[in-house]
C-alpha cells in the first residue's frame, strides 16, 4: 500500500517507461534474491552461516518486499495507466476490460501451473525463471512501450492518428473544369467536412 502511495506521487514528476524499468528490475532482483537464498538453503552449512551471521535471515523477508513494492510500486499503476492512455477513445472502454481479462487469465494459469514448475525446476529455479522473465519485460519495455508523460489524451490520439494515416493537416482536394466536369483528384486523407472555393471551382475536404 505505502509503494502504490509512492508511485503516485512519483506518476507526477517521473516519466512512465523509466518508473516501469526501474520498478521492473525491483521485482527482478527481489525473485533472484530469493531464489539464491532458497538453493543456499539445500546446503547444511549455510544453516551454520546464517547462524554466525544473523542478518542473513532477513534475506527472503526482504526479498519477498522488493518483489511487492516493485509490482505495486510501478509495474501495476504503469501498466493500468498505459491501458486508459493509448487506446483510441471509441474503444478505451471495451479494450480496458479485455486487458484486465487477459491479465487475470494470466493470472489464473502462472497460479495452476507453478506447484508443476516448482515440482520440476525446484523452488530456486522457479524464482530464477522469474527474474530471467522479467528481465526480458524490462527490455520490451525499454524498446516497444511508448512515453506517454507530459502528454494529454489528445495528443496521444493525434500521434497515433498521424502514424496511422499520415499528416493531420492534410486535405483532399477535387479539381473541376467550368462545366463541372471533375479534372484531378488530390487525396491524402478522408476526413468528413467539405469547403467549397467558388473562385478556383475548388472542393476542399479537410
Known amino acids: 500500500m505505502l509503494a502504490s502511495i509512492i508511485s503516485t506521487i512519483l506518476a507526477i ?20 534474491l530469493l ?37 505495486s510500486g510501478g509495474m501495476t499503476p504503469v501498466a493500468f495507466a498505459l491501458s486508459g492512455e493509448l487506446l483510441p477513445s471509441n474503444l478505451r472502454a471495451i479494450g480496458t476490460g479485455l486487458l484486465s481479462a487477459i491479465g487475470f487469465i494470466s493470472l489464473f494459469f502462472t497460479s495452476k501451473f507453478t506447484p508443476s514448475l516448482e515440482e520440476s525446476m525446484g523452488l530456486y529455479g522457479l524464482f530464477w525463471l522469474f527474474s530471467v522473465l522479467g528481465i ?7 524498446f516497444c512501450i511508448p512515453e506517454t508523460f507530459g502528454l494529454t489524451l489528445e495528443d496521444i490520439e493525434d500521434h497515433y492518428r498521424n502514424l496511422c494515416y499520415g499528416n493531420e493537416n492534410a486535405t483532399a482536394q477535387i479539381l473541376v473544369d467550368d462545366d463541372n466536369n471533375i479534372k484531378s483528384i488530390e487525396l491524402s486523407m478522408d476526413l468528413s467536412l467539405i469547403h467549397i472555393s467558388e473562385p478556383t471551382r475548388r472542393y476542399a475536404i479537410s
Open 13 to 32: 514528476f517521473v516519466p512512465r517507461r523509466p518508473l516501469y524499468i526501474s520498478c521492473c528490475l525491483v521485482v527482478v532482483t527481489g525473485s533472484f
Open 136 to 142: 526480458l519485460v524490462a527490455i520490451f519495455a525499454y
Open 35 to 71: 531464489g539464491l537464498s532458497a538453493y543456499l538453503n539445500l546446503y547444511e552449512w549455510y544453516s551454520g552461516f546464517q547462524e554466525d551471521y544473523p542478518f542473513t535471515q532477513w534475506f527472503p523477508l526482504v526479498a519477498i518486499l522488493s518483489m511487492y513494492t516493485g509490482f
